[in-house]
């Protein structure tokens, strides 16, 4: 009887430990709830170097912003998979982001690093990158946004907004030959405050007689390496 006892008193310890071993798992898992805020078409820009590309290949500028406004949508969300990602066409506002190209401004990149100070809290600190490289446009939302943006933040729980703001296919000529890929993005938290921007940065000297697939290859580089640096950044906050 005794060892009964014992046996069944180990079972009922193992069982609480292992409710709470799950309990804390699940917790552990909960996923960020993330708004992506899509491209505007008026800025997706090609330079003549992709214009021409496009050309030799048969296709049109229209068709070249199309596929990547797709294309930027549906690798991040995709990759993002450590996420909650819903677009805000999700919630009924599919031409939120059409907005006029007045509603965005270039800001210098940056990212909020957290620190603490001598009594535990924890202390935002911007941290810019210097260099024309690290210019990257962002939004400024108007106040009907704002309350869109604020009322689907309390509803579904929003932690993160994640704006692609722009993207762009240059060749800065007469010193550099090489095309730039950027994507431009930044991240807002749900007090609708900056606390990420920047963009990606690929290049490749490119002839006008290159097959299309290579302009796609660099295009999606260019939305993954947006994803690697979000991904980065938001982890690494949700571990404060």
């Known amino acids: 009887m005794y060892v009964y006892m014992k046996l069944k008193i180990k079972t009922v310890f193992i069982s609480i430990g292992l409710i709470l071993f799950l309990g804390c798992q699940a917790l552990a898992q909960v996923k960020p709830n993330v708004l992506l805020l899509p491209l505007n078409d008026s800025m997706?820009?090609?330079?003549?170097s992709v214009q021409k590309i496009a050309a030799y290949n048969g296709i049109s500028n229209d068709s070249l912003k199309k596929i990547v406004h797709k294309n930027s949508l549906n690798r991040l969300i995709s990759n993002f998979?450590?996420?909650?990602?819903?677009?805000i066409s999700d919630f009924g506002y599919p031409h939120f982001s059409s907005s006029i190209a007045g509603d965005y401004k270039q800001w210098n990149s940056f990212k909020i690093n957290y620190t603490s100070d001598s009594n535990g809290n924890i202390v935002f600190n911007p941290e810019n990158e210097p260099g024309s490289r690290h210019v990257y446009w962002g939004?400024?939302?108007?106040?009907?946004?704002?309350?869109?943006?604020?009322a689907l933040i309390e509803k579904e729980k929003i932690d993160y907004i994640f704006c692609i703001t722009k993207f762009e296919a240059s060749t800065p000529r007469p010193f550099n030959r090489n095309t730039h890929f950027s994507?431009?993005?930044?991240?807002l938290n749900s007090q609708l405050n900056?606390?990420?921007?920047s963009k990606s940065y690929v290049q490749e000297h490119l002839s006008k007689r290159v097959y299309i697939d290579v302009v796609w290859y660099l295009i999606n580089n260019s939305?993954?390496?947006?994803?690697?640096?979000?991904?980065?950044?938001?982890?690494?906050?949700?571990?404060?």
Do not use: C, M, P, W
């Open 183 to 187: 994507l431009h993005f930044e991240i």
């Open 81 to 87: 998979g450590a996420f909650n990602v819903k677009t």
């Open 139 to 150: 939004r400024i939302f108007t106040e009907e946004q704002k309350e869109v943006l604020n």
């Open 44 to 48: 997706i820009v090609f330079q003549r």
């Open 194 to 197: 900056k606390i990420f921007g």
């Open 223 to 240: 939305i993954d390496e947006v994803y690697r640096k979000s991904l980065n950044f938001i982890k690494t906050r949700e571990r404060k």
